[in-house]
C-alpha cells in the first residue's frame, strides 16, 4: 500500500499482534475485528490530529503507540 502524503497514522500491537476492536453489522450486532494494523490517511494535519486524539481518548490506559508507516519508496 502506498501513501501519498506523510499524515498516516497506524495502530497496531507491540505485544501479541492482537488488536481489540469490534464493528457493528448492518442488524445490529457486534462483530469482533480480525485485523493486525489499521492505517488511517488524513486529508490535513489538523485532520490527523483529531483522529489521534479521539483514538486516544477511547483506547485508555493501556500502553500503546501511535506510529507513522515507514516509507514504501
Known amino acids: ?5 506523510n ?6 500491537s507491540l505485544s501479541d499482534g492482537q488488536i481489540k476492536a469490534c464493528k457493528t ?4 450486532r457486534l ?3 480480525r485485523h493486525s494494523i489499521y492505517r488511517i ?3 490535513n494535519e489538523e485532520d ?6 479521539a483514538i486516544s481518548r477511547v483506547m ?3 500502553q500503546y503507540t501511535l506510529t507513522r508507516p515507514k516509507s514504501t519508496h
Open 1 to 5: 500500500m502506498k501513501f501519498g502524503n
Open 7 to 12: 499524515r498516516n497514522v497506524q495502530i497496531f
Open 25 to 28: 453489522e448492518q442488524d445490529g
Open 31 to 33: 462483530v469482533e475485528g
Open 41 to 43: 490517511c488524513a486529508v
Open 48 to 53: 490527523m490530529r483529531s483522529w489521534i486524539n
Open 60 to 62: 485508555g490506559p493501556q
